[in-house]
């Protein structure tokens, strides 16, 4: 889900892969993750990013902004926007790239953790919350279930 130059919005996003494309991805998550929330590093490295489909967002300079993994259980996750493009509906094209693929690959029901302070932004998007809060990497949390819809 590139967006070319007639495009409203001043970035690209696409599948990446974790094999070429790692150091920009571990660096978008170390500065949203790991400096910017206090999560632990040895938390952030699950073993989980060389089977998943990873997604990156870059700005028309091609300077890395964001990025999200989907893995084969249907989970979205490791969703990170650099705070000067937050807002600006790089983490929707992320989400609905992620959602294309579950659906194109006919993976489980889609499904995240999601921090409390971005439960609004994932209900927006046909996500609905599951079950009771938990706290990971001591930041609350709430898993969500895509049910479809969403803006």
Request: aromatic share 8%.
């Amino acid at each position: 889900m590139a967006t070319s130059s007639s495009d409203p919005y001043p970035f690209t996003v696409c599948r990446a892969s974790w094999g070429i494309d790692r150091e920009a991805l571990r660096a978008i998550r170390l500065r949203v993750f790991v400096a910017e929330q206090g999560v632990p590093a040895e938390l952030e490295w699950d073993g989980l990013d060389a089977q998943a489909v990873h997604l990156l967002a870059e700005d028309l300079d091609g300077r890395p902004i964001a990025t999200a993994r989907l893995l084969a259980s249907g989970q979205i996750g490791r969703m990170a926007v650099l705070r000067p493009w937050r807002g600006q509906g790089v983490g929707g094209h992320l989400l609905a790239e992620a959602l294309a693929i579950a659906q194109a690959r006919h993976l489980p029901r889609p499904w995240l953790n999601a921090q409390l302070s971005a439960l609004d932004f994932y209900r927006r998007r046909g996500f609905t919350p599951q079950g009771e809060g938990f706290v990971e990497a001591g930041i609350p949390h709430v898993r969500m279930v895509y049910s479809g819809g969403g803006e």
